[in-house]
């Protein structure tokens, strides 16, 4: 976006217009090349259609990326989850994770004047106006604080609030064009998941407290870091931390595969750890919250979704790990599942098909011996995810409580797919979950556990 505000479209006529002109664009370009599609030759098919699919690509990374908003993060998820996207869809929407595009340089500057009282420029001692990554909620700068500080700012877009109120208003609208974007993609429950966990994120005061929780607590962690809020700068439209440096995503695909293994694990250890250990889940994976510093050290970023559990949500998510895993005492996995609420009390199905649909998500774990996880794998559990033709389909669901973890989940499992992570996950789950406590497996484990220790030491009445 360039320009003012208004270049946002925010009214839901506004938004709900452009959505259906780039449906109608996408639509008759088909249509009007169908002719020539039927009378090719096979080798020319598969040009035209390559040809097609790559401008329909990046029209709507284009779309996508300029309304910011729920259309925007579908397009992030869509491209790092959904494996068996087009690959040409895929690059296109890979685009969005970090290059979306920015607001102007005066429209930033306003917004910190609004919340911080006087121009970037006068609040810091160093403000660069053009910014360094630009997402579906706000953008960040690099700054330099009057104490000399090297911050990232990340300022809020104005009027996303009410652009993602108008996009859930058009929400038949959102699953035709995204659905054309993405075929075969079932966009009914991830549009309206995405939708209502977008309005918490707009409240960068809530992001603040969250990020300091994940920061407070992986404090010292010899691999896991999380940069600090700086609060006297925050506000719920601006949102100051200290700025870290590291590779990207994509660069980390370049280093060796000891690298990309080593990034995994502790990725790994930071999603399990947080939610056995903190009770809490960063609900954003995407590729582009990652920072790598080598050498298995990994940055966390964006904590605008988090979601907090109870002992009483874990219990169960507990024991149906230790059933099927453990214990193989399938029965009682199926009733922890059904306390779970992910599968209706006297479903008409046995249980071994009740294994069978939801063992898929432990596969991992499910041996003691190294695994490799690939792009492939990582797909087919999205697909089963997706499956409505499973005779299961009528009698599970995803509860409220645990929709922003089966999102974790798969993008995790894309995440590491990506990189064909390689390790013995079971002996990295053992070492974290509290029923289990295993001993450390690795290196990274040996830190870890010393880490942890020393934190015990540091709580321990003196």
């Known amino acids: 976006m360039t320009g003012n505000g208004s270049a946002m479209r925010q009214s839901r006529f506004g938004r709900g217009a452009a959505m259906a002109r780039m449906l109608l664009r996408i639509g008759g370009r088909y249509a009007a090349r169908s002719p020539r599609l039927l009378f090719a030759s096979v080798q020319q098919r598969d040009e035209l259609r390559h040809d097609l699919a790559l401008r329909s690509a990046d029209e709507v990374a284009e779309e996508l990326g300029s309304m910011k908003g729920v259309l925007m993060k579908v397009g992030q998820m869509a491209s790092y989850i959904y494996e068996d996207l087009p690959e040409t869809f895929r690059i296109a929407m890979g685009r969005l994770q970090t290059n979306a595009p920015p607001m102007s340089a005066e429209l930033a500057s306003s917004v910190i004047l609004d919340e911080l009282g006087d121009a970037p420029e006068r609040v810091f001692a160093e403000w660069d106006p053009l910014p360094f990554a630009a997402a579906s909620i706000g953008q960040v700068h690099r700054a330099i604080t009057k104490d000399g500080r090297a911050v990232a700012v990340k300022v809020q877009y104005p009027g996303i609030s009410l652009s993602i109120t108008s996009d859930l208003r058009n929400a038949a609208l959102l699953r035709k064009i995204i659905g054309a974007a993405f075929p075969g993609l079932d966009v009914r429950s991830l549009v309206d998941e995405l939708g209502e966990r977008l309005q918490e994120e707009v409240d960068y005061v809530r992001e603040a407290a969250n990020q300091e929780v994940f920061a407070g607590y992986f404090e010292g962690h010899p691999f896991i870091h999380v940069p600090h809020v700086v609060h006297e700068l925050s506000t719920s439209r601006v949102l100051t931390s200290e700025l870290v440096v590291g590779a990207g995503f994509e660069e980390l695909l370049t280093w060796s595969q000891r690298e990309r293994d080593l990034a995994a694990e502790t990725i790994y250890r930071f999603v399990f750890r947080s939610l056995y250990r903190l009770h809490a889940f960063n609900g954003d994976p995407h590729p582009g919250n990652y920072l790598f510093q080598g050498h298995g050290r990994v940055t966390f970023l ?40 992910f599968l209706k009390r006297g479903a008409p199905v046995p249980t071994d098909v009740v294994v069978d649909r939801f063992g898929q998500f432990y596969q991992t774990v499910l041996k003691d011996a190294p695994m490799t996880i690939t792009p492939e794998f990582a797909s087919s559990i999205v697909r089963r995810f997706f499956d409505a033709k499973s005779p299961l389909a009528a009698y599970s669901d995803v509860p409220r409580a645990y929709v922003v973890m089966q999102r974790i989940n798969l993008g995790l499992y894309a995440v590491l797919g990506s990189l064909h992570a390689n390790a013995n996950w079971r002996r990295l789950a053992e070492e974290i979950w509290p029923f289990f406590q295993g001993p450390p497996s690795t290196p990274i484990g040996e830190a870890e556990a010393r880490w942890e220790a020393q934190k015990a030491a540091a709580a321990a009445p003196a």
Not at 305 to 321: G, W
């Open 302 to 341: 964006d904590f605008g979704l988090t979601k907090f559990f109870t002992a009483a949500d874990l219990n169960p998510l507990e024991d149906a790990v230790r059933y099927i895993v453990l214990e193989k005492d399938y029965e009682a996995f199926r009733a922890a599942l059904e306390r779970a609420g």
